[in-house]
T-cell receptor, first 116, second 112 residues
Framework: DAGVIQSPRHEVTEMGQEVTLRCKPI?????LFWYRQTMMRGLELLIY????????DSGMPEDRFSAKMPNASFSTLKIQPSEPRDSAVYFC??????????????FGPGTRLTVL | AQSVTQLGSHVSVSEGALVLLRCNYS??????LFWYVQYPNQGLQLLLK??????LVKGINGFEAEFKKSETSFHLTKPSAHMSDAAEYFC??????????FGTGTKLQVIP
């Protein structure tokens, strides 16, 4: 298996532009997570899905952020409009079963976003 | 509510020395506990996890951790540090039906 795939790996954009990050989870996994990592705030859970349904989006910072999972093999995280404070590394992770419990999360390589 | 505290955001050890990374947790029920490692410019990967049973858990790359309920701790150790162990280490806690809570991470520096 190729693992969790994220694209793009790097994104540089200007303030106000729309940014879309993409994730392909491991086949057969039914939970998907989006995280943001910064030096100041560490690793933050933004949202997670189970069986393509958003379960907890309490970590989404504001309405400029949205996430979708149209099918079991694809998810997007969109920021519109982007701001410099959104600069971070965004990780997608997937796991078997429900979120939590003893299920291991498998992380993608991340997308490094820079908003100028 | 579950939480995890990692003591020390940076730890430095000499190559060949003992590695000890500290983690304390808070949970209202028996927890599941994890250690993840993040190498530079990569995502996190699982080192080891505690679910039930044996309290000493062995993981990859020679790491192990011991679940101590009385101390609410799950410290990570390795007898002899290698240069390749330089990375950031995250402790995490989960309860059945709850999402995983990650600690703030400890960066391990290995000095030659």
């Amino acid at each position: 298996d190729a693992g969790v795939i994220q694209s793009p790996r790097h994104e540089v954009t200007e303030m106000g532009q729309e940014v879309t990050l993409r994730c392909k989870p491991i086949s057969g996994h039914n939970s998907l997570f989006w995280y943001r990592q910064t030096m100041m705030r560490g690793l933050e859970l933004l949202i997670y899905f189970n069986n393509n349904v958003p379960i907890d989006d309490s970590g989404m910072p504001e309405d400029r952020f949205s996430a979708k999972m149209p099918n079991a093999s694809f998810s997007t995280l969109k920021i519109q409009p982007s701001e410099p404070r959104d600069s971070a590394v965004y990780f997608c992770a997937s796991s078997l079963g429900l979120a939590g419990g003893n299920n291991e999360q498998f992380f993608g390589p991340g997308t490094r976003l820079t908003v100028l | 509510a579950q939480s995890v505290t990692q003591l020390g955001s940076h730890v430095s050890v000499s190559e060949g020395a003992l590695v000890l990374l500290r983690c304390n947790y808070s949970s209202s029920v028996p927890p599941y506990l994890f250690w993840y490692v993040q190498y530079p410019n990569q995502g996190l990967q699982l080192l080891l996890k505690y679910t039930t049973g044996a309290t000493l858990v062995k993981g990859i790359n020679g790491f192990e951790a011991e679940f101590k309920k009385s101390e609410t701790s799950f410290h990570l150790t390795k007898p002899s540090a290698h240069m390749s162990d330089a990375a950031e280490y995250f402790c995490a806690v989960s309860e059945l039906g709850q999402k995983v809570t990650f600690g703030t991470g400890t960066k391990l520096q290995v000095i030659p």
